[in-house]
């Protein structure tokens, strides 16, 4: 119920004046309502759920959280 | 990047929970809070990567499983009236109220519909003016703002034959119980990412400081969730107890504002039954006086109706306080599965006795 998955917005759209987005999810696109993510844009993953986006991915967090995982392991992320 | 993948890498599992193992020196019980937390521990096996000293107890975040009975029969007495469609989730269509579900309500002739959004309820609504369109509407706080986008868009293109049936839940007063309340000791909670998503952190402090316990908002992939355990089990070694957020790419300090703004518009602050637990003070949201026009429970005149509840030897208000596990339940995998449920923890897509028995886990030790 409270998941929300992870999907990539393609295109910004307003329908009866509400902001929507069309939103991949693997490939499986939804319309997506972005009220609660106006500052979204084209190519930002968002996290959907029950057809709103609840927020923007950081990708520069969880690039940098993966990196310093992959810093802290002596075999380099290789295992 | 793509936010999945890279979240569920068997490697960085290991490396994880490697390090739990190196930082537990003695033993502690964390409880997950949300049902897809469970399901994802169960579907991976995370518990079993886990040191045997790291024990996680399954929470109360399944929506499904705590709505009310009696609310169930509530929509169930709407979907049978002739000139109404009932629309919900599609989790919330077998889970049994107090003696039928919404599906066999939709074999009797009621007309039940599964909806992905609250706003696909409204466009039928629109599409339909001859009939009354119901929505359903349960869930934590990352559910709450679909509703309340509903109830604000009907109001604002005067959509008539349209309301609610709300029984939406808040997580913190429920982490509060479980810590005041007889039950399992919880050293540390992972708390439900996407309800931090919309809510954020604050409002866990105040739980955190009062009862020393650590609380890490966590993610639903493998990776995060053995990265929340560390994050708690390095607290907890360090007789630490603060607020975390592991799932920071998703969940900002002060959460998603615009949502919390539309939360506050339509709905107030009410006590509130959760199904197997009881009444806990001010852990529901219930529609203002200024979205009456939208309660189907004022609407249509809703009485209360009679609990007719067999006796059951179903475990499920036990299991949703960690008290006992799935398979401690002597119905489980035989008189109860999830082609036949007695309870709603083995009818919804995160209860814990679902996940145990879908991904054969009938034989972990209690």
Redesign the interface.
Known sequence: MCLAVPGELLEVDNVDALPMGRVSFGGVVKEICLAYTPEAKTGDYVLAHAGFAISILDKCEATQRMEAFTADDPSGGQT | ????D?YRDP??A??LAAAIAETATQPWTLMEV???QTHAIMKFGIDQLLPKDVTLLHGP????CVTPALAIDQAIALAEQNDVVLCT?G?MIRVPGSGQSLSTAKARGGDVRIV?????ALALAEATPNKEIVFFA???E??A??TA?AAF?AQR?SVQNFSLLVSHVRVPPALDALLTTEGPKIDAFLA?G??C??MGLSEYEPICARHGVPIVATG?EP?DILEGVLMCVRQLEADRAEVENQY?????HKG?G??QE?ISAVFEVADQEWRGIGELAASGLRLRETFRAYNAAKKFALAPVADVRSETPCISGDVLRGVKRPNDCPAFGKACSPERPLGATMV???GACAAYYRYARKNIPA
């Open positions: 990047m793509k936010f999945v890279e490697g960085q290991r490396r949300c049902g897809g975040g399944c929506p499904v989730f989790d992905y959004s609250p706003l696909d349960i869930g934590f990352t559910t703002p679909t986008m868009e293109r439900a996407h309800v998503a919309i639903f990776v920071a790419r998703a969940v900002r998603n615009a949502a539309l919804s897509s995160e």
